[in-house]
């Protein structure tokens, strides 16, 4: 096959798709399968990304005047689509079923989450949870965004979901549940990795790693951390939050004990990860959270909400900890027995261990390349 692979983001941006492009682009292209990516980006740099990846990487700048971006996408995925077998919609959903009308190729999307929900919430056009705001309705800018967001998804020839939750409610969407497939995310053992040096003289130290956005309910961490001795918290992301996370840590009076590294390499993220003794996910939502499996991988105890597809992965008690959202007695509990817990910490993260072997990144690429074989085949 020749797959044109679109996402908003790609490395050196962290992210779920940033870390699961790169990795079925690079399972793919060493099954035989041709694969251009085409992302925004940052920077642009081709001949550093010939050089990283076995694949083609084409970059559209980011910070352009979005109109133009827009158009420049559009163009690009016209361009580059001509001739392939199909396009896997990581990202920029809208823009490439806009192109895919002038090129009218197979086309497969990739959804781990409702980007109507993250717009919403981030322009202040909504504040409710994700299950709500799928119910709800609202004016109409929040509603056209929905509308949106439904016409595009049922646009797929096959819509692959992360997990059964999300499945559910994209239903919900108008798409034909003989067009949806539950493909989970997998990761391959993360033997090896070394531990990175850490500006933290805490004995204990708590990793929290993604865009730091109202809904990753960070803020909620570092209170408790202020309420904790003996222990830290190293956040690894970047995000609209961050300066009042920066903030919140200054005025709590544990700046010294939490450690904002901002957006890291995938290389670096896992170091900072392993460095570290216990892993904290405390959002209201999550499709279906590929760093939890990362932070299984290493070894790290889970402490995670009961939201999404997150209990897909995490048992109560036998692999991590899952916990009610926004509940701060219940994070405070968790952390409370994991910190002083050394036996606790490594029973979780042996149950850990054992679960991640169930979600292997070798079964995702296979499932993968059958259902985008399985599409093709339709041209």
């Not at 896997?88 to 009308?101: D, H, P, Q, R, T």
């Not at 970047?238 to 920066?246: A, E, H, I, N, Y």
């Not at 901002?262 to 990860?273: I, N, Q, V, Y």
């Not at 952390?335 to 979780?348: N, T």
Request: proline share 6%; hydrophobic share 45%; charged share 25%.
């Amino acid at each position: 096959m020749n797959v044109l692979i679109v996402t908003g983001i790609f490395p050196p941006d962290i992210g779920g798709p940033a870390t699961y492009v790169p990795q079925v682009s690079a399972a793919l292209s060493e099954r035989g399968h041709d694969i251009t990516v085409v992302t925004l980006s940052d920077s642009v740099d081709p001949h550093h990304d010939n050089e990283d990846h076995p694949f083609r990487v084409v970059r559209i700048p980011r910070r352009m005047f979005r109109p133009w971006r827009w158009l420049r996408t559009v163009v690009e995925i016209i361009r580059l689509g001509r001739d392939t077998s199909l396009l896997f919609v990581n990202g920029m959903w809208m823009e490439a079923v806009l192109a895919n009308i002038f090129l009218r190729k197979p086309l497969v999307h990739k959804v781990v989450g409702d980007h109507a929900w993250e717009r919403a919430i981030n322009l202040g056009w909504a504040s409710d949870n994700f299950e709500d705001f799928q119910k709800k309705h609202y004016g109409v800018k929040v509603e056209a965004l929905k509308a949106l967001r439904s016409w595009w998804a049922r646009k797929a020839d096959m819509v692959v979901v992360p997990s059964r939750y999300l499945a559910r409610w994209i239903v919900r969407w108008g798409v034909a549940e003989e067009r949806l497939v539950v493909i989970y995310n997998g990761v391959e053992p993360l033997n090896g990795v070394q531990p990175a040096e850490v500006p933290l003289s805490t004995p204990i130290n708590l990793v929290t790693v993604g865009r730091l956005v109202p809904w990753k309910r960070v803020d909620m961490v570092i209170e408790a951390i202020a309420r904790l001795e003996n222990s830290g918290l190293i956040v690894v992301g970047d995000g609209p939050v961050l300066k009042f996370l920066q903030g919140l840590a200054r005025r709590l009076g544990v700046s010294d004990r939490v450690y904002f590294a901002g957006r890291r390499s995938k290389t670096e993220t896992l170091a900072l990860m392993a460095a570290c003794d216990i892993f904290v996910l405390n959002s209201t939502y999550e499709g279906f959270p590929h760093v939890v499996l990362e932070a299984m991988s290493l070894g790290l105890p889970v402490i995670a909400t009961a939201v999404g597809g997150i209990p897909e992965i995490v048992q109560d008690g036998d692999n991590g900890r899952l916990i009610a959202p926004t509940d701060e007695e219940a994070l405070s509990g968790a952390l409370l027995k994991l910190v002083f817990s050394p036996w606790e910490r490594q029973r979780l993260a042996d149950g850990a261990k054992r679960t991640v072997h169930k979600f292997s990144r070798s079964n995702m690429v296979v499932e993968t390349e059958r259902v985008l074989k399985s599409v093709s085949r339709r041209q």
